[in-house]
């Protein structure tokens, strides 16, 4: 008899559900690949309707709650798909791994917020804590990080990280069309919630790249260090001067080791059209990693939905069935660096800067001033003139590469100045 | 005292002074990461200087030969990087496995050639058969189809397998250069051999595809029913072509399953502008999968080169050191299916044509007749005015999809017609 793999499910909704999807499609070949049967044989859920898409799951044992499915011993392995940083799923996860059960979790904001303490408690119950499914969906970049490049020393990892900003930025793009009703059509949709905060504000990509700078550097997660900026300020002018000077506008998650601490930044950035990055279109994802051996390599593909998620969470799984574990963040726990920032704005690098003007001789000549005694060298400048019976004309320009700190002074002493009808809009410029 | 894998490393080529690179830079990281200490402890190689690169290895143990090496008391795992289908690699690689020892190697034409023996070698022998640097490089493809793919059930694999090629069809279209102009120039620089046919005639490619497909679809490696077409008769007038219909000219590997066998092939063929795929410019490889859960996932980095290769190759040794083994092409080499090969020109897709017609009346008529006898649609035309003095007109037509059979039909006829000048140069149309 074949030896079994026995799963605890907690958390029924999209996800789960696209778990049983992919068990009753490829359990067969699972089976081929992994010499072991994987079965879900206990279930925990906020609705206790027993039928969940196509799967009538009243045979399965039903756990009161996630706690005590995780130590179930009918269980061998959590599969944690509730989400959120607190209880019930940290609870419950604790005491899966405090049992020595291995733990499939989808959840980014528990990992950006007890990453460590989880990475610890599973090392000290020879315990494995997997979470492939936490970062960018389908895309396997937790195991890139962890194992795939496990010989280099990454220097950086930047990505489009959330599938509802880069949607709406694509479609913005696309067809013209402002924020707001791009934000509607994807409410309706089912790209974006009710409640679009947490992704538009770029705070879903902020709780990833958490978890991957935590894979990339060894460190403890650090999520209250991330410059979080989001997209609802982005205007269809932005995209499309951006356009027209040969880039996109991309939400991009950029950790990095400036030699002086990691520095972490979710904001949205002009990436060129025809750069690898600047071709991810749509819903899709893409993380983008340096390593000093590997060079430069990228990842593509779908960052969220039921199935590709579920593709991740049967990752781990098969790991698990395999008997092939890793330390959660490539190190064992215990080795973990703590997490040290790099001092703030110290990003160097080109800016788009778009401005309002009042129709005033001297706006400019003051503009390059401010800029120059900064030592910001301008690239280029698109002056438009006025819209009919418009008192302010757009002033648009990009700088060379230059350090934050100088730009956001340069730009509060221009805005001091007056000769901007609104606050000036300051976008970073990628140059991969 | 930290344990050790003790690694004998046959060949001390370029890949292999790579791997010494590595573990001399960054031999620490790893340390921390696996718990063991990775140390050469033992070589071979054609030639006894015990110098290469910054590396003294006048300490190690020098074997006689590669099979010595496998079987030395000392040696915990074989790094092969010899390279070729027979020995002294293929005996080796045997000796080590059947030894019960791991075995990490770049060699895709001894994969392709013996890949499903050496498999069942290692699964009898407890012993692992790792390949990461046999494809792509530094890009973990080998990885995630095996481990980061594991619950899908894939479909269609696709990729820039051969860096030489992508470089030489990159710089004649940047350039405006004729591929012999460029073979010239990569030789220079060392990205093309001195008998450049293993790269320029799609077999380095094929050799990679034959593993990629083990690997996707759980099969036997078959190099010999892949149908190969390399690049040396594209050209720039080709490539301008495409172009200006929007297009590049990349030489692909694609397996995909027809539902009636599996189908290989290598060939040029024109992908878009603006595609994941056609922005892969240059030395850099791609791999593009697609898995039923996942769906479409794109892989890119360099497939080639000193570092990225020992990149892959730390990956795999970083796995033995962690314990962790996956059988060789993802299912027990038991398990492995006889491969099947779809009916020959079974490719169903569109078409590019280049014609040199005579300036003679009725050619388009004749032509265009042919074509519609096979059921073929035509896309679009373009028939430009004869050079001046010239006795020819170049004639490029694109059709929608159809089937090979039916094009390769179309045009012997087509040929037979003695409308044209010389044969008809018919590259596939990629409409990812």
């Known amino acids: 008899m074949v030896a079994k793999l026995r799963i605890g499910l907690a958390g029924l909704g999209t996800v789960g559900t696209g778990v049983l999807d992919l068990l009753a499609r490829n359990g067969n070949e699972i089976e081929a690949r992994t010499g072991k049967k994987l079965e879900v044989v206990a279930v925990t859920a906020r609705s206790n309707s027993r039928v969940r898409g196509a799967h009538d799951l009243s045979g399965l044992v039903w756990a009161e709650n996630p706690q005590a ?169 932005d995209i499309r001067n951006a356009d027209a000077m040969g880039y996109k506008i991309k939400l991009l998650g950029v950790c990095a080791d400036t030699g002086d601490g990691i520095e972490q930044r979710v904001h949205p950035m002009l990436v060129r059209k025809g750069s690898p990055i600047g071709e991810v279109d749509g819903v899709f994802n893409a993380a983008a990693i340096h390593g000093d051996f590997v060079g430069d390599l990228m990842l593509v593909g779908r960052g969220a939905g039921a199935h590709p998620t579920a593709s991740a969470v049967l990752s781990d799984l098969c790991d698990i069935a395999r008997g092939n574990r890793v330390p959660a963040f490539g190190v064992p726990g215990a080795k973990l660096k703590p997490f040290r920032a790099a001092p703030a704005q110290t990003h160097a690098g080109g800016y788009y800067v778009a401005l309002d003007l009042h129709d005033r001789p001297g706006a400019v000549a003051a503009i390059a001033q401010r800029l120059a005694e900064r030592n910001i060298s301008i690239e280029s400048i698109v002056q438009r003139a006025p819209q009919t019976a418009a008192e302010t004309a757009p002033f648009i320009l990009t700088t060379h590469d230059t350090q934050e700190s100088d730009m956001r002074a340069a730009l509060s002493q221009i805005e001091k100045d007056g000769y901007a009808a609104r606050p000036p809009r300051m976008i970073r410029m990628e140059r991969l």
């Open 69 to 237: 499915l995780a130590v179930h011993p009918d269980v061998d392995v959590l599969v944690e798909l509730i989400g959120g940083e607190g209880d019930p799923a940290y609870s419950a996860v604790k005491a899966a791994l405090a049992a020595g059960k291995s733990v499939v979790t989808a959840n980014k904001a528990l990992l950006a917020h007890h990453g460590g303490e989880l990475a610890r408690l599973a090392d000290a119950n020879h315990a494995g804590l997997y979470f492939e499914a936490a970062v960018a969906g389908g895309i396997p970049v937790v195991k890139t990080l962890r194992e795939g490049l496990a010989g280099n020393q990454v220097s950086r990892v930047s990505g489009i990280l959330n599938g509802t900003c880069n949607y709406i930025l694509t479609k913005m793009a696309d067809e013209g069309r402002s924020f707001d009703d791009v934000l509607v059509e994807a409410q309706k949709l089912g790209y974006a919630e009710a409640d679009p905060t947490f992704d538009v504000g770029g705070f879903d990509a902020a709780h990833k790249l958490a978890v991957l700078t935590a894979l990339a550097f060894g460190t403890e997660p650090d999520l209250k260090s991330i410059e979080i900026e989001g997209i609802s300020h982005v205007t269809l002018e």
